[in-house]
């Protein structure tokens, strides 16, 4: 089932709330359910980010048979991770993933797609996700533009973010962009509570290693970066991509569901 809607449209863009002081929140003791697509992968840095303002994660995949919740009333939130699969894969698990997103939509609570999960998302509202038409990928560090809706919700984006993807998505109907690049337009967008982001700001060093190790294959294709310049690009951009990301994973967890809002 496909959630298409234009609910978003009408949604203010306000900052995000910032976390009191010494104050734990009921949500900071749920756990974060995290979805990942192969047998190795780890949340990384989003996992960090979560685990210190602590939460547990509840590490799922689905691929290998583990099975999503029939709601989030459990969790704090919902974060589906990339892989190199692609979100038009007829695989069943695929397709379950990306139906499964009605709920956290439909609840309004707490989701993050990253580069795979972003399309996902994606694909959920209804927007196409394809390869570039000149078959350009984008891995390493590529710029982006936050718009004037992304300053709004999180100041201090990173100049440059880190990418692995041979695909985009058009925006969603009735989402928000929050920030766009060159070749693949849509980097970043908000949908409610919903967020999808073309890039990997969840990716270590040590996950940097392993990628460009396993994944060598790839700098053949129009438009990556060779390895070495992914390492002397995080060397310059990877401070502020960490510190966006923390900032970005506090307030993504501390903004309240709209529906709750408007019942009181």
């Known amino acids: 089932m496909s959630l298409r809607t234009d609910r ?5 863009v306000v900052p995000f709330p910032r976390r009191t002081p010494g104050a734990v929140a009921s949500e900071t003791q749920l756990p974060v359910l995290i979805i990942l697509h192969q047998e190795s992968s780890t949340p990384g840095r989003v996992g960090n980010a979560l685990r ?15 099975p999503l919740p029939e709601t989030l009333d459990q969790h704090a939130g919902a974060v589906v991770f990339g ?7 007829s695989d069943d698990y695929i397709r379950r993933e990306i139906d499964w997103i009605e709920i956290p939509l439909r609840e309004q609570r707490p989701f993050l797609g990253i580069c795979l999960g972003a399309q996902m998302l994606a694909m959920q509202l209804g927007a196409r996700v394809a390869p570039h038409a000149d078959a350009l990928t984008q891995i390493g560090y590529y710029p982006i533009r936050p718009t004037a809706a992304g300053h709004a919700l999180c100041p201090a984006w990173p100049a440059q973010v880190y990418h692995w993807h041979r695909e985009g998505f058009e ?5 928000e962009l929050l920030a766009e690049g060159d070749d693949f337009p ?5 949908a409610g509570n919903a967020f999808g982001v ?14 460009t190790t396993r994944g060598y294959d790839g700098f053949s294709a129009p438009g990556a970066r060779q390895r070495h310049h992914h390492f002397a690009d995080r060397a310059v951009y990877d401070v502020a991509e960490r510190a966006w990301l923390d900032h970005f994973i506090d307030g993504w967890l501390t903004r309240r569901p709209v529906l709750a809002q408007a019942a009181e």
């Open 198 to 211: 073309q890039f990997h700001p969840d990716v270590t060093y040590a996950m940097m290693h392993r990628w």
């Open 8 to 12: 978003f449209g009408s949604a203010e």
């Open 52 to 66: 210190a303002l602590g939460h547990r994660l509840d590490i799922r995949r689905p691929r290998f048979g583990d």
């Open 186 to 190: 849509v980097q970043a967008f908000r």
């Open 171 to 175: 925006l969603p109907v009735g989402a």
């Open 83 to 89: 892989g190199p699969m692609s979100a038009n894969d």
